[in-house]
């Protein structure tokens, strides 16, 4: 069974339109319509004529980094109407319009009811309106050239989509979506194989559109790009990668910050970070609890005595440490043959050390500082508008009838990357009438995944 393909929208009058007498239909490989051979018919001519058209297979030139539930690829059956008349024209390699050379295999744009009128609009000196970025010249990639005559010249094409044409029932992972998601970056536009033959009469200018690639984040550019693809034949767009502890794709536009831990490597959006520590403040300090400066903690005598080194005048100058001491029930310190000093309890009256007493309890934390002074830490690398930037974080909803984002006006928090030095979170108290405490101060920044702070 046949499926016409769609047509991109067009709105009225029709003199706006370049006239293009051929139809593109999606033929389903496993039907009998895809395996029905070809029947012949007169013409008015004496000639003979295909009644049927041709079932073509269309490799797809787009290999989207993720995947389809539905296909495996991209590949179309399709076949074109009128058959005959499509294929006694002959086939180019490349066309030339208005002095400019447009090639098989290239990007085009090409005009829409809007940009004419848009540029009649211009013509003419009227005020612009705000328009979507979908409301610019369409963008198609050529994958055939044919023409009878200078005249008569058709490009069958493979569109490219703005994001806010995605249609209504598109799938989108595990939901259905339409138009423009949060993470469509401004000059994103999706791969498809919606086919069309178009007269290149309609083509404005040539487009560079690259495909991006998100694990090679510093390839991203100002010009056009594409990451996503989207199955005509299935509403279905393609995956994308999923970052932060939200689990929702990045957008281009804004900004991400990496974590380099091993163990982790997670990419976190930059609106998640200061929307976590909006939530920990506002738990820590609510609505009525001045910001009191933190104190370092400070170590005890014995702590400090115990970890500051011998002089000279403790130890005897002359006489350098040995190795290990052993303890023994009774009798005079002497030295054995491996260099240690042996030292003999004289009171009997104590008894045999036990296993707690053979481990002190300042060895017990010497070895905590040490394991924690071992311990990773986390670095964050800020990707600039040049690199990748960070996706917005999922929205809650209202719960309980209460707002789910209470400390909303409450503190404010910017992410400064700018200083010399790990990145810091700046705080700033927006409440009023609070007695004491600061209203202006600093933190460091944690990773929202493995928790470790940034430096």
């Given amino acids: 069974m046949a499926s016409s393909a769609r047509k991109r929208p067009r709105q009225e009058p029709e003199d706006n339109r370049a006239e293009c007498p051929f139809k593109i239909d999606v033929v389903n490989p496993e039907s009998k319509e895809a395996s029905r051979k070809p029947k012949k018919r007169k013409t008015e001519n004496g000639e003979d004529e295909d009644a049927t058209a041709k079932v073509n297979l269309q490799m797809s030139p787009f290999a989207p980094c993720g995947k389809f539930k539905k296909h495996e690829t991209m590949d179309l059956?399709?076949?074109?109407?009128?058959?005959?008349?499509?294929?006694d024209m002959t086939r180019y390699n490349s066309f030339v319009l208005n002095g400019v050379k447009y090639f098989s295999e290239g990007f085009i744009y090409v005009a829409n009811d809007s940009s004419i009128e848009r540029q009649k609009a211009a013509n003419d000196n009227k005020p612009m309106q705000i328009r979507k970025k979908s409301d610019d010249d369409w963008v198609a990639r050529?994958?055939?050239?044919?023409?009878?005559?200078?005249?008569?010249?058709?490009?069958?094409?493979?569109?490219?989509?703005?994001?806010?044409?995605?249609p209504a029932g598109t799938l989108d992972g595990r939901k259905h979506v339409h138009g423009r998601q949060p993470y469509h970056g401004m000059n994103e536009l999706i791969a498809s194989n919606h086919m069309d033959i178009i007269n290149v009469v309609s083509v404005t200018s040539q487009a560079t559109v690259r495909q991006w690639y998100e694990e090679n984040d510093e390839e991203i550019q100002n010009a056009l790009y594409w990451r996503q693809a989207f199955d005509?034949?299935?509403?279905?767009?393609?995956?994308?990668?999923?970052?932060?502890r939200c689990n929702t794709p990045a957008n281009p536009d804004r900004k991400l910050l990496g974590c380099t831990v091993e163990a982790c490597k997670k990419w976190m959006h930059e609106e998640c970070i200061i929307?976590?520590?909006l939530q920990v403040t506002y738990k820590r300090l609510g609505t009525d609890k001045p910001h009191l400066p933190s104190e370092p903690i400070k170590k005890s005598e014995d702590e400090i005595e115990g970890q500051r080194p011998l002089s000279p005048s403790e130890t005897g100058a002359a006489v350098s440490a040995q190795h290990s001491i052993d303890v023994k029930a009774e009798g005079e310190p002497a030295l054995n043959g491996n260099g240690n000093v042996d030292v003999r309890q004289t009171d009997e009256e104590d008894g045999p050390a036990g296993p707690e007493d053979a481990a002190p309890s300042s060895s017990r934390r010497g070895a905590s500082e040490t394991a924690g002074a071992g311990t990773p830490s986390t670095k964050l690398i800020l990707k600039s508008s040049a690199g990748r930037k960070g996706g917005k974080p999922k929205k809650k909803g209202e719960a309980n009838g209460e707002t789910s984002r209470p400390w909303e006006g409450l503190f404010e928090v910017t992410l400064n990357t700018e200083k010399n030095g790990p990145p810091v979170l700046e705080f700033k108290d927006l409440r009023q009438g609070i007695v004491g405490g600061e209203k202006t101060w600093t933190e460091p920044v944690k990773c929202l995944l493995c928790a470790t702070t940034v430096n």
Wanted: proline residues 6%; contains cysteine.
């Fill in 77 to 87: 059956y399709y076949k074109v109407s009128p058959p005959k008349k499509w294929t």
């Fill in 142 to 166: 050529i994958l055939e050239i044919r023409a009878s005559d200078e005249h008569h010249v058709y490009a069958r094409i493979y569109w490219m989509y703005w994001p806010d044409e995605l």
């Fill in 275 to 277: 929307d976590d520590a």
């Fill in 232 to 244: 005509v034949r299935s509403y279905e767009l393609s995956s994308v990668d999923l970052v932060c």
